[in-house]
């Protein structure tokens, strides 16, 4: 996960990623997803994610769903 800063009630998720792994240890499903902030992205040079590459992400209700079929 990434984020434009780090208090939780003043920033938003930037990204997300997570594994479902299987009996074996080996990935089973995979699921990443830029989302749109809606705001400054914060430190670009912590994280990369540039205002230029975040517009016309999901926004993070669109990506629920799917993160839980992970």
Do not use: W, Y
Request: charged share 20%; aromatic share 2%.
């Amino acid at each position: 996960m990434e984020t434009s800063g780090l208090r939780a009630g003043d920033h938003r998720v930037l990204s997300v990623a997570a594994l479902t792994l299987d009996g074996g240890g080996n990935v089973a499903q995979e699921f990443h997803t830029l989302l749109d902030p809606g705001c400054d992205p914060g430190p670009v040079r912590i994280h990369g994610l540039t205002r230029a590459v975040l517009p016309g992400a999901r926004c993070s209700s669109k990506c629920e769903n799917s993160f839980r079929a992970c």
